[in-house]
């Protein structure tokens, strides 16, 4: 994505690109990430009130990545939804009604399984993004990993099939799935 | 187009209608061909669109996740997937940049690379091998990047080539198929409008407005057709009226100048009438006037003559009358019986001389007043001659006087068988009278003189005074003979009488002393012959016959018309006619030429026939009836000269 940004000039023929004034950064490209997962996931119906309900992007201790999500999907939809971003500093405060919810796995990884089943609690449709193969193994649906400097992301299809979020083909297509025994495919 | 329609005005229509028709086929063809392959290629390309669309839908809804999380190692393995996709030749994924993101191409075509992304145009575009569809990839109403697909079409595009050699193939098929049919086609049309036209063109050239259209046609052509024998009838219905009006004309005008010429006539003839009139008047008058003369001089004639020979009449009756008185007076004159016998020889001699001069008297009458004709015939010169002498002989003898015979056997001659033997008579018989004993009489042919005969003797010849007045009745030249014979003095007037009535002549020529000779001249003309016969080959025949009796004049008729038309130019002195003959045959002929008083005397012999058994019976009846029509001898054909000579020479040369 860096370089869509950095390329300029474009030709008449393609019709206007994705603007993009400066180079992306590390939040930014997981700011973006993550609106665009929302694209190929799937919420039951009651996870929403009405069909003009909002996707609401919970973010649990990193305000800096939900001021850039927040950014990222300021005037997008997806499915005709707008969205919501919320910034969390307890999990105490995650509200029922987010649909996706990145953890921050903070300093102590320790911290982060344990708030886990608590956020899974409080937000019972969120799909559940947090940093690290070891999260994706502890019940988060989706992890960021970062290898040979690309970032990427494991999936834990069943853990997602559990939580009643379907995952496009697409996506898994990109990811590697793992499960709750640490096997990949 | 319509300097095709010029060029082609030099073309007969036969030729324009193909053309006509081959020019529409081939337009016609040509919009329907370029229709075809518009909507051919217009469809292509729409299907093209819609499978390239789809493939480019699918295809980029497959790559979008990739492109969205910048993983171009997944969106070129979701490529590769669709390598098995036909026909698929390149897929090319550019990012949001147009930077190519991915790029798909089948394995064999490595030189294949991204076209640049400036080059493309949304939508088809037409590549080198075939069509790239292009669109771009949205995901929720962003544009995150275009999708480049190219289709291999080269066997479609090498279809779409074709369509011009095809094209071409087909109009050279249909123009082949076309002018066969409009060949045919056209001659519905063009056929009976080329009779038409052939038709009139006879009509302009014969100028025959009896000619029409034949055929049977319906609407326009029919029409035409029906409207130029229409034209015709009305062109030769006025021409007829034309025709009569000028046929009246011609004939009122030819009536006038009929009516004019014959008033012309009428009045030349008047003229011609009155002209004649007036000429024999004065023909009359001159013929007259001549007879007049003449009869005054006759006259004159006449009267020295009776009175030359009424004296010589009354001198020997004078004579006689005394002797007789003498013999009566038997008491005066006392006569011795040898004196009785001399007086009565005196008075025999003075009667013989008297009864002499009265037959001379009457011959000549008879000769002037045209009582004796001239019948001519062949005759043969030296027996003629040769009885002239014995009539004389021993008169001559007794004189001592010779008589030479010098015409040649052969010589024939024309004349009057009796008159002309009375001339050559009274010549020898005068010659012997003047001759005395030593002379010689010799009748011969003179070279220098033709047609004649020479009676020369070598007497006293004529006293120069008396020649010119030998053959006048009215002048007396006789003399007593050399042994004091008296004569007439009128045998040669008489015989110069009878040359003449020949048409011939006589003249003397002589010196007192030296003899004397009499030429006895006979006319040129040659006995003549009329041979009627219809088949030309027995004319000739016939004409050769006749040519072989001597120098005989051959004319041909062939028929009885005809020969009678020849009887009015002259008179033969024979007729030789055939039977059978065409218009007139010969039976008629023979009646017609024995009941004119004017031919009824030609002899005519009929040569016909000919044939034995029942052929010789009807030769028998046509024998009969020609002899009972006139016919004076019947020759059977085949004709010999031994047979047709002899009979022919009867009438021309009697023995």
Same mark, same amino acid.
């Given at each position: 994505m860096m370089r869509l940004v950095a390329l300029a000039a474009l030709s008449?023929?393609?019709?206007?690109?994705?603007?993009?004034e400066e180079p992306v950064s590390a939040l930014q490209l997981k700011a973006a990430f993550l609106y665009k997962f929302t694209i190929f996931l799937e919420w039951p119906?009651?996870?929403?009130?009405?069909?003009?309900?909002p996707i609401v992007i919970g973010v649990l201790g990193d305000k800096e990545l939900a001021a850039a999500t927040a950014e990222t999907v300021l005037r997008r939809e997806v499915r005709g939804r707008s969205f919501q971003v919320r910034s969390y500093?307890?999990?105490?405060?995650?509200?029922?009604?987010?649909?996706l919810l990145y953890l921050s796995p903070g300093a102590d990884h320790g911290e982060f399984i344990g708030r886990l089943p608590k956020a899974r609690a409080k937000a019972p449709h969120a799909f559940l993004v947090s940093d690290g193969e070891e999260s994706v193994l502890r019940g988060a649906h989706l992890a960021f990993t970062l290898r040979n400097d690309r970032l990427q992301f494991l999936i834990n299809l069943e853990a997602a099939t559990a939580a009643n979020i379907r995952i496009s083909s697409k996506l898994l297509r990109l990811a590697t799935i793992v499960d709750a025994m640490g096997e990949r495919r | 187009m319509s300097g095709v329609f010029r060029w082609s005005e030099s073309m007969s229509l036969r030729w324009r209608l193909t053309l006509i028709i081959m020019i529409s086929s081939l337009v016609a063809m040509t919009v329907a061909m370029g229709v075809f392959i518009y909507f051919d290629s217009s469809y292509f390309r729409d299907s093209l669109r819609k499978e390239l669309g789809v493939n480019a839908t699918i295809a980029s809804s497959q790559v979008e996740a990739a492109l969205l999380f910048d993983d171009a190692r997944e969106a070129n393995k979701i490529l590769q997937g669709?390598?098995?996709?036909?026909?698929?030749?390149r897929i090319v994924i550019y990012d949001a940049v147009g930077s190519v993101f991915a790029l798909y191409h089948p394995?064999?075509?490595?030189?294949?690379a991204a076209p640049r992304h400036e080059s493309l145009q949304m939508g088809i575009n037409e590549t080198e091998r075939g069509y790239a569809y292009v669109r771009p990839i949205e995901v929720e109403g962003e544009r995150i990047g275009w999708i480049y697909l190219e289709s291999d079409q080269t066997e479609l595009k090498r279809r779409q080539q074709w369509y011009i050699p095809a094209l071409a193939g087909m109009a050279l098929i249909f123009s082949l198929t076309g002018f066969l049919f409009s060949f045919r086609l056209q001659e519905a049309v063009s056929g009976s409008i080329g009779a038409l036209a052939q038709l009139a063109r006879q009509v302009s050239r014969e100028?025959?407005?009896?000619?029409r259209a034949e055929g049977n046609y319906s609407h326009e052509i029919g029409d035409l057709y029906a409207s130029f024998n229409a034209m015709l009838s009305q062109i030769e219905s006025q021409n007829e009226r034309l025709a009569r009006h000028a046929d009246d004309l011609a004939r009122t005008v030819e009536l006038r100048t009929a009516e004019l010429k014959e008033v012309n006539e009428n009045l030349k003839r008047e003229l011609e009438d009155r002209r004649a009139a007036e000429e024999s008047l004065r023909e009359s008058e001159r013929k007259i006037n001549i007879a007049l003369k003449q009869a005054v001089s006759a006259t004159q004639v006449k009267d020295k003559f009776v009175s030359l020979v009424s004296h010589d009449l009354r001198s020997p009756l004078a004579g006689v009358l005394g002797m007789v008185e003498i013999l009566r007076d038997e008491t005066t004159y006392r006569l011795s019986p040898a004196e009785r016998m001399t007086s009565l020889a005196k008075i025999h001699g003075s009667l013989s001389s008297q009864l002499e001069l009265i037959n001379r008297l009457l011959d000549i009458s008879r000769l002037q007043s045209g009582n004796i004709e001239i019948h001519k015939r062949f005759l043969e010169g030296r027996p003629l001659v040769m009885s002239q002498f014995e009539r004389v002989e021993m008169f001559a003898q007794r004189k001592g006087i010779h008589l030479v015979n010098d015409v040649p056997a052969d010589t024939r001659l024309l004349a009057d068988p009796i008159l002309y033997a009375e001339v050559i008579y009274n010549l020898v018989n005068n010659s012997v009278k003047f001759c005395a004993a030593g002379d010689t009489i010799r009748v011969y042919l003179p070279? =220098?003189?033709?047609?004649t005969l020479a009676v020369s003797d070598t007497g006293p010849g004529i006293a120069a005074p008396f020649a010119p007045n030998?053959?006048?009745?009215?002048?007396r030249t006789t003399g007593r003979g050399s042994a004091g014979e008296t004569g007439t003095g009128l045998g040669l007037p008489y015989c110069h009488d009878i040359m003449r009535a020949h048409g011939g002549a006589l003249t003397v020529k002589s010196q007192e002393g030296e003899g004397a000779t009499f030429y006895v001249t006979l006319p040129t003309s040659r006995m003549s012959v009329l041979v009627v016969e219809d088949i030309p080959l027995h004319r000739t025949l016939i004409a050769r016959l006749v040519e072989m009796i001597g120098d005989i004049e051959v004319r041909e008729a062939e028929d009885g018309v005809e020969a009678l038309e020849r009887l009015k130019e002259y008179r033969p002195d024979l007729i030789v006619t055939d039977l059978?003959?065409?218009?007139? =045959?010969g039976y008629a002929f023979i009646e017609r030429i024995r009941s004119n008083p004017q031919y009824d005397d030609i002899p005519i012999i009929v040569v016909s026939g000919g044939g034995e058994g029942e052929e010789a019976e009807v030769d028998g009846h046509m024998r009969e009836r020609v002899f009972t029509l006139g016919a004076n001898d019947f020759v059977s054909k085949p004709l010999t000269p031994d047979d047709f000579i002899p009979r022919a020479r009867r009438f021309l040369h009697p023995v």
């Open positions: 008449v023929s393609l019709l206007a690109p994705m603007a993009a119906e009651a996870a929403f009130a009405d069909s003009k309900s500093m307890w999990e105490e405060d995650i509200e029922p009604d987010v649909h | 669709y390598g098995a996709a036909p026909h698929i030749l394995p064999h075509l490595i030189d294949l100028q025959d407005y009896h000619l070279d =220098d003189r033709p047609h030998l053959f006048r009745h009215d002048i059978l003959l065409p218009r007139m =045959d």
